[in-house]
């Protein structure tokens, strides 16, 4: 079964600190997906970033940063220079590859809920 | 604009009444899906569907039901014998699986109460 942890329930920073989210998940499978998506207080999740499994490769976009390492099974989310307006609850997902007719079903995380204090 | 719309954003439910949850998306999308979210806890799958007329249990199907008779639409029945309903009820849509990397695109929720 797969299994998506985040530890962090809530985090609490004053702006422009950084704040650094842990994801670790289990699954048996060799192909997948992970994502993270946040969700405002308006309740919508959007969708922030997708990385594969064979792309090990960290990246940056803007103010965000992410670190996938398969040897430990985590993919951190950062975000750099926290603005009030980061404040939200972040998930981490994970995609259950396999069968066509699966769908593409995602495993999330209990979610971080990242609070930014001016 | 195109997009995913819940409603209502708010609904009650009295002891032994079926509600339904309405979504609609303008995306094109054959993929539908709904998720709960209880308080301080990740979402779960209730029920997708990958095209219309056609849909699949998801991890926690008992006491929900589902159509799927348009490609735009997709609601969500929480039945009497859902003996907890109260939870955010998100719908979300995505393109056709090609492998699992689709992105999900959400509506705003719905907040399901129990009077």
């Known amino acids: 079964a797969q299994k998506v942890t985040q530890a962090q329930t809530e985090i609490s920073v004053v702006e422009k600190e950084d704040v650094t989210l842990d994801c670790v998940y289990e699954t048996r499978d060799t192909t997948y997906y992970l994502f993270w998506y946040k969700q405002p207080p308006s309740g919508e999740l959007v969708f922030l970033i997708r990385r594969n499994s064979f792309d090990e490769q960290n990246e940056i976009s803007g103010r965000y940063s992410w670190n996938f390492q398969k040897s430990t099974s985590s993919f951190n989310f950062t975000i750099t220079a926290s603005q009030v307006v980061d404040s939200a609850v972040y998930f981490c997902?994970?995609?259950?590859?396999?069968?066509?007719?699966?769908?593409?079903?995602?495993?999330f995380g209990g979610g971080t809920r990242v609070l930014v204090k001016p | 604009d195109g997009g995913i719309t819940q409603s209502p954003k708010y609904l009650f439910r009295k002891e032994g009444q079926n509600v339904t949850l309405s979504c609609e998306q303008n995306?094109?999308?054959?993929?539908m899906y709904w998720y709960r979210q209880d308080p301080g806890q990740g979402l779960r799958l209730i029920y997708y569907?990958?095209?219309?007329?056609?849909?699949q249990k998801g991890d926690i199907a008992e006491g929900y039901s589902v159509s799927r008779e348009k490609k735009e639409s997709f609601p969500l029945t929480v039945t009497s014998a859902q003996k907890n309903p109260t939870a955010f009820y998100l719908c979300?849509?995505?393109?056709?699986?090609?492998?699992?990397?689709?992105?999900?695109?959400f509506g705003s929720g719905t907040q399901l109460s129990v009077l």
């Open positions: 997902a994970l995609s259950e590859p396999g069968i066509k007719a699966a769908g593409n079903k995602l495993t």
């Open positions: 979300a849509s995505s393109t056709p699986r090609t492998g699992g990397k689709e992105k999900l695109f």
């Open positions: 995306l094109n999308h054959d993929a």
């Open positions: 569907s990958q095209i219309v007329n056609d849909f």
